[in-house]
Structures are given as structure tokens and as C-alpha cells.
């Protein structure tokens, strides 16, 4: 076969079994020959070997940085016309300094991401033809992948909770969060892929400053693992909507924990509205439904305890998830939200993602509860 027939070589650096399908599958179906390899050191390994002239790289991967792989391969001589596609990644940083050590651009997250690499790709090398679509994945492909990463952010977890400044369990509880998000992202599922970003994002931030790492986080990063694992156990895809503008209510006399809140709600894409009182409360929930309630338990003229009991009775808010914001979080007060109605807490000072986070996980929750009723 001549030089001119062969078909153009692929690397591909991804380390998500399902991603990696189906990015290859689109590319392969294009006219392209793909290598696929899961690390930095394979990726150099194939690189040398396999002469590709085109190239994707996830942003986040075990072994060395992405942006170190990027780097060395640009300091070879003839390397500098060979596209080295970012994969997106919810962490913009990961991507600018993929992008700083030489690559050539970042894509999107697309509602059909690996058609759309495959189509960009065909364009760059002049591929002939319109390029083939590759089919979905089927629930049966990729929901066991999303449950295995669940049980290896799980097990990261324990690793954690055993040593906090562990930091390969730190490095493995992102790459598994990430492949999560990526994988919710190639099914369609965005309310999960919302709430799977949410904990990448935070477990980033945490890396760090470690030493932040306590048993609220742990506790929440906990409940989000065990809510994913009951969706792909126990219900069918697609169930649960996008909850972006979703209605949240802020009960909290303190201006700056409000103006916190209402922070970390707006980048979560939720639509908080403020109270500073339990009589504005009552009265916002009277004009309007919402989908979630923070409401703190030490305010003025009556006590959170006593909003709560006066939110259960108001029609339409009697199964509305109500989460409890304290400086005390006791076993008393615990047992005391539980009683009056309360779902869940979260304590002060609070981290502005895991907020986020907790508000996603009940949005969803309350959403899910409506469909059961």
C-alpha cells in the first residue's frame, strides 16, 4: 500500500475505558488509525513509536501532568505542526496549562463530544467524507463504568479518611471524579454530570489546602457517592431532569453567610432568594414554590426549629427538603432537626462547594421524591 493511502495516525491519551471507546470509535469511523493509551508515560512511549500527526489529551491522567507530556513532546524537533487536541475538563486550570505547554486548543464539552472531535479532527487533516455516526452508548455500556468509578472514588475515600495528606489518594479521587463527570457527560445524564462536576471541582480546590478536609466534607462527599450508586443501581436513565434554576430559599439573619450562599447557589446554577427574618420566610413561601430550603437554626423572633414546623404545614412545602444551617452541630441539634422535619444540616463555617454540592444532592433528591409520590 503507498504512503498516500495510509490512513492518518491518532493518538489518543485518555484513561475512562468509555470515553476512550467511544472517542476511538468516532475517530476510527472517520478514517483514522487510533492508538489508545491511559497515561503520560505510555503516551510518550507511543509517541515515539507509532508517529501520530494528530492528538487528544485528557487534562487530567495518572502518572505525569498532562501538561509535562504536552511539553515533552514539543521540545522534539518536527513536533510543533502536530495538533495536540485538551480535552475538556471542569477545571479550566487543568486545560490553560495544558494549552501553555503547547497545545493547540481546548475543546468544549458537546452534547455529542466524540462525533465532534472526530468531525474537528477530519476537518484539521482533510479527511474525505462527511464522516459516520457513532451510535449512543446504551445504559447497559456505560452505566456498570459510571458504578465502578463511584466504588474506586469510594475506596479513594476510605484511603483518605485513613491518611488525610495521602496524596496519591488525593490524585485518584480527581481522575476517578473526573471520568465520572466525563462519563455522565458522553450518556446525557446533566443533572448527574452537574452534581459529579460539583464534587470534581471541590475535591481540586481541596488538594490544596488538605488540612481543610473534616467530617462535614467527608460526610457529604459520602452521601453524593451513595446517591449516584442507588441512580445506576436502582433507577432508569434519563430520570432525573437538569436542575439548573431550581428555586432555593436562604433563611439566615447574617449578611455574610446570605451573601455566601447565594454565591455558592448562583455557581451551582440554582436561583437563590434571601430572608433575613422567619416572617419574610413564611411570606416568600406563600408567594412562591421552592425546591430547596437553608434555613439557619439560630434566628431572630423564633428559632430555625420553630420555622421548619411552620414550613411542614404550609401546602406545598410539606415534603420540600429542608437543610439546617449551625454553628452547633450537636448530637441534640441533630436529633432535633430530624424530629421537626429537617433532612439535612450543614455546619459553619462551611466551604462554599461543598455547599454547592449539598444543594445540588437535594435539589436532585427532592425532584426524584416527586416523581415517587
Not at 116 to 139: E, N, Y
Not at 160 to 173: I, S, T
Not at 226 to 253: C, I, M, N, R, Y
Request: glycine residues 6%; proline residues 6%; aromatic residues 6%.
Amino acid at each position: 500500500m503507498s504512503l498516500a493511502l495510509q490512513k492518518p495516525r491518532f493518538l489518543l491519551v485518555v484513561e475512562s475505558p468509555a470515553i476512550a471507546h467511544y472517542h476511538s470509535a468516532a475517530l476510527t469511523a472517520s478514517g483514522f488509525d487510533v492508538v489508545v493509551v491511559a497515561d503520560g508515560e505510555s503516551a510518550l512511549a507511543a509517541f515515539a513509536h507509532e508517529a501520530p500527526v494528530i492528538m487528544a489529551v485528557d487534562p487530567v491522567l495518572p502518572g505525569i501532568e498532562p501538561s509535562e507530556l504536552i511539553r515533552t513532546i514539543r521540545a522534539e524537533n518536527g513536533t510543533s505542526g502536530i495538533p495536540i487536541f485538551i480535552l475538556p475538563a471542569v477545571v479550566a486550570q487543568l486545560c490553560e496549562t495544558c494549552m501553555q505547554a503547547g497545545g493547540t486548543r481546548v475543546l468544549q464539552r458537546e452534547p455529542h463530544p466524540s462525533q465532534v472531535l472526530a468531525d474537528l479532527s477530519r476537518t484539521i487533516c482533510r479527511q474525505p467524507g462527511s464522516g459516520a455516526g457513532v451510535a449512543w452508548p446504551t445504559a447497559e455500556q456505560w452505566m456498570p463504568i459510571a458504578l465502578k468509578h463511584v466504588t474506586e472514588l469510594r475506596n479513594a475515600q476510605h484511603a483518605l479518611m485513613r491518611e488525610p495528606r495521602d496524596r496519591p489518594a488525593w490524585h485518584a479521587l480527581i481522575r476517578y471524579a473526573h471520568a465520572l463527570t466525563e462519563v455522565f457527560a458522553l450518556a446525557g445524564e446533566g443533572a448527574l454530570c452537574q452534581l459529579s462536576a460539583a464534587v470534581e471541582l471541590f475535591l481540586h480546590d481541596l488538594t490544596r489546602m488538605p488540612e481543610q478536609l473534616n467530617a462535614s466534607m467527608l460526610r457529604t462527599l459520602g452521601q453524593t457517592l451513595d446517591f449516584f450508586a442507588a441512580q445506576l443501581l436502582h433507577t432508569s436513565p434519563g430520570t432525573l431532569k437538569p436542575t439548573a434554576g431550581s428555586k432555593v430559599l436562604v433563611v439566615e439573619d447574617d449578611q455574610g453567610a446570605r451573601q455566601l450562599i447565594s454565591a455558592a447557589l448562583q455557581m451551582a446554577s440554582l436561583q437563590p432568594q434571601l430572608a433575613d427574618t422567619p416572617s419574610l420566610a413564611v411570606k416568600a413561601l406563600a408567594e412562591s414554590k421552592f425546591d430547596l430550603i437553608f434555613l439557619d437554626i439560630g434566628l431572630p423572633e423564633i428559632s430555625g426549629f420553630d420555622v421548619c414546623t411552620k414550613i411542614r404545614s404550609t401546602p406545598g412545602h410539606d415534603g420540600v427538603p429542608i437543610l439546617f444551617l449551625t454553628g452547633m452541630t450537636t448530637i441534640q441539634n441533630r436529633a432535633q432537626s430530624k424530629l421537626l422535619g429537617g433532612n439535612d444540616f450543614i455546619g459553619k463555617p462551611f466551604n462554599v462547594l461543598e455547599l454547592g454540592i449539598k444543594a445540588l444532592l437535594w435539589v436532585s433528591k427532592g425532584r426524584l421524591a416527586e416523581l415517587a409520590a
